[in-house]
């Protein structure tokens, strides 16, 4: 049972280049959401997905798409880095009942990712 | 506004001594309110959950204490320890469903030996 993996660790862009973040995870949860970290700041939501087949944009969605086609995996995709971009990207999942009731969050270990 | 603040910032403490950090939140409807340990590099992991109708949680030498009359929590740390070095995230979901959540900026802790 290795959680929610993330891939890769570091990456370093340049500006208008694209790249797909990985994540899968094995707990079977029905929730799957895409964060960054700014340095000194909480994590902002990009996009999230309540299953498979479902994805829905967050606070912070411009410049990223997502994409939720098995309930393992959930890749995020950015098109044309900026360096804005430059940030930590972390992958999270959860179980959630309806629409009141989530059971907490597993978080993966995160992507540093730099644009230059 | 919905928003969680997290103070202080950052705080230094010698190994074995006792620790209080503290977040204020203003979400509406509150749902719940979680606190998370982050090492560095590391994604966050879990610490407490708590809901509306409990105002103390305990996870090992992590205490919780939740007032939702004054929307104000708190984490004790006991007799803390070198590991415990690391930053922790206050977070309070809507009772909208697990999407709703609000993160706090975090308190730096720094244990020194």
């Known amino acids: 049972n290795a959680g929610v993996t993330q891939t890769p660790k570091f990456r370093i862009l340049k500006i208008g280049q694209s790249m797909t973040l990985q994540c899968t995870q094995d707990m079977n949860h029905n929730y799957m959401y895409w964060y960054r970290q700014d340095p000194g700041m909480g994590l902002k939501l990009i996009y999230y997905s309540v299953g498979a087949g479902i994805t829905d944009k967050g606070e912070v969605p411009n410049g990223y798409n997502v994409s939720r086609s098995t309930t393992e995996d959930f890749p995020l995709r950015l098109e044309l880095a900026a360096p804005s971009q430059t940030s930590v990207y972390f992958c999270a999942s959860s179980y ?7 059971y907490g969050y597993t978080f993966g270990s995160g992507t540093r990712l730099t644009v230059v | 506004k919905n928003q969680v603040e997290q103070s202080p910032q ?14 204020n939140y203003t979400v509406s409807p509150f749902s719940n309110l979680r606190w998370y340990k982050q090492d560095t590099g590391r ?3 879990s610490l407490t959950i708590m809901t509306f109708s409990e105002n103390t949680k305990s996870n090992g030498r992590y205490t919780a204490t939740l007032d939702a009359d004054t929307k104000q929590s708190s984490l004790h740390i006991t007799a803390s320890q070198l590991s415990d070095s690391a930053s922790y995230i206050c977070v309070v979901s809507q009772n909208t469903g697990g999407f709703k959540t609000i993160f706090g900026a975090g308190t730096r802790l720094f244990v020194k030996a």
Do not use: F, W
């Open chain 2, 43 to 45: 994604g966050p992991v």
């Open chain 1, 96 to 102: 959630s009942k309806g629409r009141t009731t989530n």
């Open chain 2, 10 to 23: 950052s705080l230094i403490i010698l190994e074995g001594k006792n620790c209080t950090l503290q977040c």
